[in-house]
T-cell receptor, first 115, second 112 residues
C-alpha cells in the first residue's frame, strides 16, 4: 500500500527562524514528489515538484530535497515569515499504466510562525 | 485568467440526501481531479477525469460519482449522504494527467 508519512505533525517557530519538514514515502512506482502549502480553509498551492533525477528544487525561501534511494524528502523554509503559517503537504505520485498518475497525500505538517 | 473555481462554497445536507458539487478548471486545463479532505487530514483522492472519462479512482464507494463536460468542467455527485461525508471537497485541474495540479478553494460540506 502506498503511504506518505510526514513529520513533525505540528511545529511552532519564531519569525525569522529556519525550519525543516520531513516526508518519508513508500510509493511505487515513483513518478514525482510535490510539496504544497495549504492555508486554513483554502485549497493547496504547489511549492515545488521533483522527479526521480532531481535532488533539490528551490522556490524563493522554500528549498525541497529528495533522496530517491532512502525515499525521503525535506522542505526547508528559510527566514520564516508570519505568512508561512499553514499546513505543508507532501504528495507522491505513482505512475499507472495508460499514462495516468495516482497521487498519495501525506497528512501534512501544521506550521505556526510566532512574531 | 481565472483559476480553478468551485461551487457552492458551503453546503449543509442531511443524512440520506444527495449532493452535486461543481468545478471549473483553470483556463487551458483539460484534466480534473476530486479530493476529499476531512478536518485535520490530508486530501484523499476520489477520482480523475480526462477527455470526459473517469481515468483513475481512489478507494471510495460507488455513492461517489462524477462527470466531465465537453468544456472540461466537472461535477462530483454523492448519493445517500453519511455523517462521515462531511469534509472539504477539493477540485484540482491540470493540463493532462501528469502536470502540476492547481487546486480550487474547495466546497465545505456538512452532513447533519
Amino acid at each position: 500500500k502506498n503511504q506518505v508519512e510526514q513529520s513533525p505533525q505540528s511545529l511552532i517557530i519564531l519569525e525569522g527562524k529556519n525550519c525543516t519538514l520531513q516526508c518519508n514515502y513508500t510509493v511505487s512506482p515513483f513518478s514525482n514528489l510535490r510539496w504544497y502549502k495549504q492555508d486554513t480553509g483554502r485549497g493547496p498551492v504547489s511549492l515545488t515538484i521533483m522527479t526521480f533525477s532531481e535532488n533539490t528544487k528551490s522556490n524563493g525561501r522554500y528549498t525541497a530535497t529528495l533522496d530517491a534511494d532512502t525515499k525521503q524528502s525535506s522542505l526547508h523554509i528559510t527566514a520564516s515569515q508570519l505568512s508561512d503559517s499553514a499546513s505543508y503537504i507532501c504528495v507522491v505520485s505513482s505512475y499507472i499504466s495508460g499514462g495516468s498518475y495516482i497521487p498519495t497525500f501525506g497528512r501534512g505538517t501544521s506550521l505556526i510562525v510566532h512574531p | 485568467d481565472a483559476g480553478v473555481t468551485q461551487s457552492p462554497t458551503h453546503l449543509i445536507k442531511t443524512r440520506g440526501q444527495q449532493v452535486t458539487l461543481r468545478c471549473s478548471p483553470k483556463s487551458g486545463h483539460d484534466t480534473v481531479s476530486w479530493y476529499q479532505q476531512a478536518l485535520g487530514q490530508g486530501p484523499q483522492f476520489i477520482f480523475q477525469y480526462y477527455e470526459e472519462e473517469e481515468r483513475q479512482r481512489g478507494n471510495f464507494p460507488d455513492r461517489f460519482s462524477g462527470h466531465q463536460f465537453p468544456n472540461y468542467s466537472s461535477e462530483l455527485n454523492v448519493n445517500a449522504l453519511l455523517l462521515g461525508d462531511s469534509a472539504l471537497y477539493l477540485c484540482a485541474s491540470s493540463l493532462r494527467v501528469k502536470e502540476t495540479q492547481y487546486f480550487g478553494p474547495g466546497t465545505r460540506l456538512l452532513v447533519l
